[in-house]
């Protein structure tokens, strides 16, 4: 149960992932995704209901151009996971929620439990992750993308650092560390 | 291709002053197109090119910056998991000449991590008679600031492209201990 091949997406992941890509490396660069990827025509997305679901593939195109644009490019993909999360989960949504949507706006083979939950910590269990990288196995976006989603429910004294397991390929467990920030 | 054949990911970046032919350059090397009209590049143009170079594979993954300031801030970034840089100027222009020492190199040394491996780029060389850069001033900058190598480049035409990308590639290959002349 490794690949992806049938699922669907709603409209509103595509545009949010493409909105993070022009957020941090621009117009260029995100055209250079879809280039990459063979998906010009997603360039403008205007007049898409956000709602609806297409087939996986486009997704999975782009996710795998990025893959290999960002080669080692860890600290912009984890940028890049942080406004995915603030364009896909506005505020207003508690963390819990977020996670369980996701499954619902991203249906495929995948799966994110919420193993415990505590007030300061959360450890969360990715199986068959979409986003982890088709050639290192990396999965930095996907890990700013959590850390945003939970840091957006906190408040401006708070920050959360997080450690990343590997179980095996494409599956890791996320553990999440709620912490004081002392500057205040 | 031998069985000892190896794969190597190479993540390169271009540099240099706004309107030195960066873009055009890479446009040349993977596309061997060349847009007569200056678009400036917002952000990053990120390309690809898989290469051989002898018996071994490398896949390139060029990130031409853009040149304006206001990408100063998020450039830092983009340099994560750079292994070699194209230093370019513009033959007819002084200005972009002197930022290569004021700017571009201090920029690669800061924020690439790993000792990287660089080329020395003057670009427009199609242009002879407006130029106001001499190839031997070229040269002298390229040994002072220890480039592997410098070329005068035409975009335009390709004159000497693939052989400034090939150069720095070889480069690199050695750093990595490969036995490449």
């Known amino acids: 149960m490794t690949e992806h091949n049938n699922g669907l997406v709603q409209n509103k992941v595509i545009t949010a992932l493409l909105q993070a890509y022009l957020d941090i490396l621009d117009y260029d660069g995100m055209k250079s995704i879809l280039k990459e ?31 290999v644009l960002l080669y080692n490019s860890f600290d912009l993909l984890y940028t890049i996971g942080k406004k995915f999360s603030f364009y896909l989960f506005p505020f207003g949504k508690s963390f819990q929620e977020s996670i369980e949507e996701l499954t619902q706006i991203i249906k495929t083979n995948w799966d994110i439990k919420i193993l415990e939950k505590t007030a300061e910590s959360i450890n969360l269990k990715i199986e068959n992750c979409i986003f982890c990288s088709k050639i290192d196995n990396s999965c930095d976006l996907f890990i700013g993308f959590i850390v945003h989603t ?35 | 291709m031998s069985d000892n054949a190896r794969e190597f990911v190479f993540k390169l970046t271009i540099l240099g002053d706004a309107a030195v032919g960066k873009t055009s350059l890479i446009s040349q090397y993977v596309e061997s197109t060349f847009q007569e009209d200056y678009k400036p590049t917002l952000g990053a143009n990120i390309i690809r090119k898989d290469v051989n170079i002898d018996d071994t594979k490398v896949r390139l993954i060029m990130w031409d910056l853009a040149g304006q300031e206001k990408y100063n801030v998020i450039r830092s970034m983009y340099f994560q998991g750079c292994v070699g840089a194209l230093l370019v100027y513009d033959i007819t222009r002084e200005k972009t000449f002197a930022a290569i020492k004021d700017k571009w190199l201090n920029d690669f040394k800061k924020y690439v991590e790993q000792e990287g491996a660089y080329i020395l780029i003057g670009n427009k060389k199609d242009l002879e008679e407006q130029r106001m850069v001499k190839t031997e001033e070229g040269e002298t900058l390229g040994k002072q600031i220890k480039a592997c190598n410098f070329v005068e ?5 390709g004159e000497n492209v693939e052989k400034a990308f090939e150069n720095l590639v070889r480069q690199i290959l050695r750093n990595h201990g490969e036995d490449i002349h």
Do not use: H, W
Not at chain 1, 43 to 54: A, C, L, Q
């Open chain 1, 37 to 67: 990827a063979g998906m010009l025509e997603f360039k403008d997305r205007k007049g898409t209901n956000p709602n609806e679901y297409i087939t996986l593939s486009p997704f999975k195109k782009i996710l795998f151009a990025q893959d």
């Open chain 1, 150 to 184: 939970l840091e957006k429910t906190l408040s401006a004294q708070e920050k959360v650092i997080y450690e990343a397991s590997k179980a095996r390929k494409k599956s890791f467990q996320l553990k999440l560390k709620i912490k004081k920030n002392n500057k205040f």
């Open chain 2, 153 to 157: 480049t035409s975009a335009k035409y």
